[in-house]
């Protein structure tokens, strides 16, 4: 069954930390792997990876995809209380069927 | 640009009693996706549809369903309702099939009772 895990769950840090997210997945017929933040109800989107050790930047946020290992890490660096929000990941397989994980609720204290 | 809508934003039903909920998508983008979000589960998908045509399905029972008119609005039903059909159902359009930087509507919330 494909699945998407995402750790930790929950994670409650300072203003000015840098957080890293972890996602893994089983999924067969990989497609791509999607990061999202959602704040209040719609989620929104941040980043689409498709190919291994490639870094996607936009701003203080990065994410890279690791192929061989099945897991991509986004990275947030100098955290503003703004980024407090659930950030999901998802995976895209090639029947254009998507598979999000439970998301990692992200706390930033000021 | 006017981003996703969806009406509407709240209901409550009870048990046994059917749905409609409506999405209309950003204009100019074709696709529209259906999600369910609860707590327990997650976000899952439920459905796509592009140019009118169901695209894709998830793994949902009968009851629910949906169709896609020539402007591009979607609609999902739920028939039959069930406690545990209580959740925020999110809506997202694409500009073309496949799922990817989809942009979400603010979700309506079902309570069934």
């Known amino acids: 069954e494909d699945k998407v895990v995402q750790s930790p769950l929950s994670l409650v840090v300072h203003e000015g930390d840098t957080v890293t997210l972890n996602c893994s997945y089983e999924?067969?017929?990989?497609?791509?792997l999607l990061w999202y933040k959602q704040e209040k109800k719609a989620p929104t989107f941040l980043f689409m990876l498709?190919?291994?050790?490639i870094e996607k930047k936009s701003g203080r946020l990065s994410s890279i995809l690791d192929k061989k290992e099945l897991f991509s890490i986004l990275n947030i660096t100098a955290t503003q209380t703004g980024d407090s929000a659930v950030y999901l990941c998802?995976?895209?397989?090639?029947?254009?069927?998507?598979?999000f994980g439970k998301g990692t609720r992200l706390h930033i204290l000021p | 640009k006017a981003g996703v809508t969806q009406t509407p934003r709240y209901l409550i039903k009870t048990r046994g009693q059917q749905v409609t909920l409506s999405c209309s998508p950003i204009?100019?983008?074709?696709?529209v996706s259906w999600y369910q979000q609860t707590p327990g589960q997650g976000l899952q998908f439920l459905f796509e549809?592009?140019?009118?045509?169901?695209?894709n399905k998830g793994n949902f029972p009968g009851r629910f369903s949906g169709r896609q008119f020539s402007n591009s609005r979607s609609e999902m039903n739920v028939s039959t309702l069930e406690l545990g059909d209580s959740a925020l159902y999110l809506c997202?359009?694409?500009?073309?099939?496949?799922?990817?930087?989809?942009?979400f509507g603010p979700g309506t919330r079902l309570t069934v009772t």
């Open positions: 997202a359009s694409s500009l073309s099939a496949g799922g990817y930087e989809q942009y």
């Open positions: 999924v067969t017929n990989f497609r791509s």
């Open positions: 498709t190919s291994s050790g």
């Open positions: 998802a995976v895209l397989n090639r029947d254009d069927k998507i598979i």
């Open positions: 204009s100019g983008h074709r696709s």
């Open positions: 549809y592009f140019s009118e045509t169901q695209r």
